[in-house]
């Protein structure tokens, strides 16, 4: 299996990158296809001691930067690594893509280069994150700003097939995102899907309250990809606060870095199950073949989750698996 | 002043309610005029040895269930304590209601009995919350579902209005609630409120990023009803989650239990500042006369604190204010 991994793409590349592909072939037996500026890479892995082993590199001249428009990745910026990455994927020169760069031009590229599967009307981005419970999947969570109910049940019917053949979960259950668990809140955009998933063959357990997700509410949750955002940067924003703040808490004096002791393995702990990082990145749904978005700050350990996560998809043929799960569902 | 207050609305009424509005004759000189059955709210007093001085009752002879149609407040319910504290209001016999009953039917009475402000296109709740820098008002967050730009432009001139005189924040930031900064972000909703606010005299700072909205990034957020909803439930469901967690690691053993004795000072400090009960309760903004919605669960402490907001409204004449603010505007 090769997955092809943009080398520029992130705050931390190419260093992360290279580091984060190195270690998976370490660990995952699996080869990678750097894509970026040979030269840079080259010298970049010998100056910090990283090896190259079962590694080829694609030459890319260029860098995508993250104020270009996301739609210039299909002209003006399609040399750059996260584009040449992108052709390199849909020619079949490797399994799956793999990047840390700009959002909005990894889903044009997986949308216009990769290619949505046919009957699948929108490419979601499809966020897996932390609950009480367990992990569950967010989507979409940001590439399609509005969006009809059709696309939230297709949504629905992808998220269930990752979370069932990814994460394990059998029979995924799936909720709207909504404010108010009854059949009848929200916008035309939540009744109708609430209709349309009573009606399918999803475990589907109707509206998910905002206020319960954070509790694992669901395993799938679909939303447009406007408030799915908002959700997911809630949930980032609040979070983050919060422990920033108990943090320096505890680390105000002698009495509270002692407090600390009693407590580090509770909190290790429970900041372990919390950690979105091990789950991979963000996974774009729909589309012809595995693209991964890893976050912009990845470092090492969570780019090499990324990239175990395209391995993942490759080897439980999530795409063939929607593609069946969506022909059952026309 | 006289402040008219649903002695049966909440998850705690009528104890708590008699309690707090006794609280509140004691502490903020203000008579109460109390609205429910009679009989039931002498003998809960007595029981409680609660006083009833500068208290007077209104009868109502009924309760608004949670689970009433709102809209049947103004007819088939209209006999409720909530009905008719309503209507009391509407008649003048008091200066303002508190209710910590269903928030549907609370926005219905506010809007149609009480009735909107003539110019103001809708009754918004607005929600004073805690961020890391203090507190800041989302509005709307929840009364309408869907809204159009000039929606949100009313309600941000209103909630500026309310943080200067009630918060006493000069010269309040104004942000809309969305997935970006930049100016070209959100839906149509989001683009069209962004270019008429640029073009107000409002203090508008632009987009305020959902991500670092609990970092204080406005002291203003406007929303519509559905995506402010989905704001304030994220806020309060992630911070319930964490803090759930991180108290049960501090309860787990002897040696965390004597830990919390270490940052105890800290975390008493921090859950203040993030108290959202010691703000009161959401107001509802449009409105003739002021109508505040006390949370559900509300207790003596967090009922008073909704009558000491009804108060300050009063007194500082936010219905005025609102009425000169938007006539400038027009």
Redesign the interface.
Known sequence: MKIIVDAFGGDNAPLEILKGSALAVKELEVEILLVGDEKRIRSCAEENGISLDNMEILQADTVFEMEYEPRTLLKEHKDTSLGVAMQALAQGKGDAVVSAGSTGAIVVGATFIVKRIKGIRRTAIASVMP??KGPFMLLDS?AN??CRPEHLCQFASMGSVYMNKIIGIENPRVGV?N?GVEENK??ALQLETYSALKESKLNFIGNA???????GVADVIVADG??G???L???????????G??K???K?NL??K??????KG??DS?KAKMDYKEYGGAVLLGVEKPVIKAHGSSNEKAFKNAIRQAVNCVKNDVVGEIKAACAKVE
Request: glycine residues 12%; charged residues 15%; proline residues 2%.
């Open positions: 609950s009480e940001g700003i509005e995102a404010i929200g916008t309250e905002v206020r319960d997700i954070p509790f406007f408030t955002n908002v959700i940067k809630m949930y980032e924003g609040v979070a983050g606060m919060l422990m703040n108990i320096a808490i505890f105000k009495f509270s002692l407090a600390y002791l009693g407590v509770g909190v429970f």
